[in-house]
């Protein structure tokens, strides 16, 4: 997809929001733009909604007094219009690391979806509708819980939720997951969970939880087969051949009766001084398995942007509707940059592409902001040329600066994926 393309379909996304609002200073469509891409304004160490409301001021060149602009914020409208916007960019905004589909087609999968979830602090008067789960860390917080399809740099899944819901309850849509790999940490673990996965043809990648009472019905590889057969995956002690790795089926069962077969592969870590063990039903070579874990380290940065670029860190009220609009703000913000920054490193050698940072990707965001801003709200065609060459100027910075000193977990998973060919 070029880049010129992406921007088009993004701009007719916000133009299908109506900017006509008679009893308002500013129109929907220019308030939702400033809301997206206000974080680029506001060095404070804590976001103000007096803050955004200047930065709309100065930006859109109006007045707005601070009792209309909170207002506006708190309206259901202005929450369903941004509500809907998400929506309409899940799943959808999306460009595809074309090198990827080698790595894909190794695995058998269509799409590797990472899941996890994080928390952001409210004000101590939000705690009500939104309670924290440790009352002497924040007393208010609420749970974003996320699914990001790794190659295609989008959003495929979200859930907000009050930071006590349990992650287990923010998991996407099982029937969403056919053909898909998704790879989840111990927060998420749960035997029916994997179970369903392989039932609707899915394929999962986890952390074997400390202990699990799992079965050892065959060995494949690393341990002999007479001593470890019939027993519990951590009954007994494991030889010592640390630079092995271990791979059998395990039998996991509920209520005591046996639900499922699946691969348990361990590989040894040498600063724990102990084996590591995944589980998954992925059929690629057990090499593969600690890498593509490794790749769940993208969803974290993908946080961390949201955290720290986009400013979800510091959601400045307790209003639940104006919470939930800055949550959608920066979601929006975040369904742009993933995308771009696939679209910009297209442009890079092989070796280049398999080392963006999605955390380095909110960062050009925040660079282009103001460029976004008037792109969104303008008409000029100028406009769009002084976006695109503002982002060409960015776009070496979403690369880890220190990929050519050591390989990547993908470019790992790549290299191995070559070898299978």
Known sequence: MHLKTFLDQMKNRFGNISNEDPRATIGTRDLIATLVFCFSRDR?????????????????????SRGAFWERLATEKLQKILGGLVASMVNKFACKLSITSQLLKVLNVSAILLLDSSSSSLPKSAKENFPAPRNNVAPAAIKLHLCFDLFAGAVSWFKLTPATTHDRKGFPPINSLIGKLIIFDLGYWDYQLMADIIKIGGFFLSRVKT??????????????????????????????????????????????????????????NPISQQYHWYATNLLAPAEFIYPLYRLRWQVEL??????????????????????????????????IAHPIANILALEFKKEKQMTPSYQRAGMIIVQCASDFIQFLISNSATAVEALIDKLNLQKNEIFDPNWKKRETSLAQAMRLAENCI
Do not use: H
């Open 44 to 64: 404070g160490n804590f976001r103000t909604l007096d803050c955004v409301r200047k930065f709309a001021q100065s930006t859109l060149n109006v007045s707005i």
């Open 302 to 335: 993908v946080f961390k942007s949201f955290k720290s670029c986009l400013r979800l860190a510091d959601l400045p009220t307790a209003n639940p509707k104006i919470i939930y609009a800055l949550i959608y703000s920066t979601l929006i913000a975040t369904m």
């Open 211 to 268: 202990k699990a009472n799992i079965k050892i019905i065959e060995v494949i590889s690393g341990l002999p087969k007479t001593k470890f057969e019939g027993w519990g995956l951590f009954d007994r002690k494991l030889p010592n051949k640390k630079s092995r790795i271990v791979e059998v089926i395990g039998q996991f069962s509920l209520n005591y009766k046996p639900l499922f077969n699946t691969r348990i592969v361990g590989f040894w």
